[in-house]
């Protein structure tokens, strides 16, 4: 249980305010790529869920599944970078919330390639999206190491929580945070959040 106190200290900490979109500050900074994921509730969803699916199947999923979030995120992102196109971005990120959240809700058990395959479909969407997103005049080299640490934190804290919730005999909790997921999937395709 020492673990969720921890987490709650650590999301406080990552607390900034949020400078990631054009005309709102600088958008190359480190600052500005650490705030922008904490900005969207689909990417902070996503990313949670990543993690408790993760401790979920436990075992070298635990780190494969974010560390490949993160590396094909940052694919993504140069792919966004370079105006190359990728169909279904946005839709496929609202999927990406439901799907990781039911994965995580059900705690789905597939090989761990399959599991990581599914995860960096989802990661290039989202990184294709922010990659998008950078003006063109800028390398933004600050902005993605930004954005890749807070990433990384997010995922760390879904870890985190589903471990300790799964430490002390409450499975079933932990798995609502995936069925929580999924709700707010539902809640941003319907637009009501």
């Not at 921890?6 to 949020?18: C, G, H, K, N, R």
């Not at 075992?59 to 993504?76: C, D, E, K």
């Not at 789905?108 to 990661?123: E, Y």
């Not at 954005?147 to 499975?171: D, E, K, M, N």
């Amino acid at each position: 249980m020492r673990l969720i106190p921890i987490s709650i200290a650590i999301m406080v900490a990552l607390e900034t305010p949020a400078f990631a979109h054009p005309g709102a500050g600088s958008v190359v900074s480190f600052n500005a790529g650490f705030s922008h994921p904490l900005t969207g509730l689909d990417h902070i969803t996503a990313m949670m869920a990543v993690g408790m699916w993760a401790a979920a199947k436990g075992n070298r999923a635990t780190w494969v599944w974010p560390s490949t979030f993160l590396a094909v995120m940052l694919i993504g992102g140069a792919l966004g970078l370079a105006h190359i196109a990728v169909p279904l971005v946005e839709p496929g990120i609202l999927a990406s919330v439901v799907v990781l959240g039911l994965m995580a809700a059900l705690a789905v058990n597939p090989p761990v390639w399959v599991g990581a395959a599914i995860i960096g479909l989802f990661a290039l969407l989202h990184g294709h999206a922010h990659g998008a997103e950078l003006p063109e005049a800028v390398s933004g080299a600050e902005f993605v190491a930004g954005f890749a640490s807070a990433t990384a934190a997010l995922q760390a804290i879904g870890v985190g929580l589903a471990l300790a919730l799964q430490r002390s005999a409450s499975v079933p909790l932990s798995r609502a945070g995936g069925a929580l997921c999924v709700a707010v999937g539902a809640g941003l395709y319907a637009g009501v959040l």
